[in-house]
Nanobody, 126 residues
Framework: QVQLVESGGGLVQPGGSLRLSCTAS????????VGWFRQAPGKDYEFVAA????????YYGDSLKGRFSLSRDNAKNTVYLQMNSLKPEDTAVYYC???????????????????WGQGTQVTVSS
C-alpha cells in the first residue's frame, strides 16, 4: 500500500518561495508518476506539475513553468515542488498523488491518480 505525506506548506508573502515535499512509503519501485495538484477555495482541482519515474520527465501546468520546478531525492523517496515568485492566486491546498504506469496523455488527469496525500495548505498573503 502506497502512502504519501506532504509537508512544507505555510504562510508566505507575495514574491516569496516555498518548497513542498512529498514522501512516499510502500510500493516505491516500478513505473509511476508523482503529481501535484492544488485546490483553491471554491475552485476545482488544478494540475500543477508531475514527475515521471524512472525516466525523470517533468510536466507543468500552464503558466506555472518558470516559477515552479520539481526535483527528487530517490534515497528519501521524496519529490520536491519548489515554488518561487509566489502570488496570492497560488493560495490553495496542495496535494501530491501517484499515478501507476502512466502514459503521457494521462499525466494531467486527476482522476487517473490512485494514491493521494492529505494535502498541505499554502497561503500567499501580505
Amino acid at each position: 500500500q502506497v502512502q504519501l505525506v506532504e509537508s512544507g506548506g505555510g504562510l508566505v508573502q507575495p514574491g516569496g518561495s516555498l518548497r513542498l515535499s512529498c514522501t512516499a512509503s510502500g510500493g516505491t519501485g516500478g513505473s509511476y508518476a508523482v503529481g501535484w495538484f492544488r485546490q483553491a477555495p471554491g475552485k476545482d482541482y488544478e494540475f500543477v506539475a508531475a514527475l515521471r519515474r524512472p525516466n525523470g520527465a517533468t510536466y507543468y501546468g500552464d503558466s506555472l513553468k518558470g516559477r515552479f520546478s520539481l526535483s527528487r531525492d530517490n534515497a528519501k523517496n521524496t519529490v520536491y515542488l519548489q515554488m518561487n515568485s509566489l502570488k496570492p492566486e497560488d493560495t490553495a491546498v496542495y496535494y501530491c498523488a501517484r499515478l501507476p504506469n502512466p502514459i503521457t496523455s494521462t499525466i494531467r488527469d486527476r482522476a487517473r491518480y490512485a494514491y493521494w496525500g492529505q494535502g498541505t495548505q499554502v497561503t500567499v498573503s501580505s
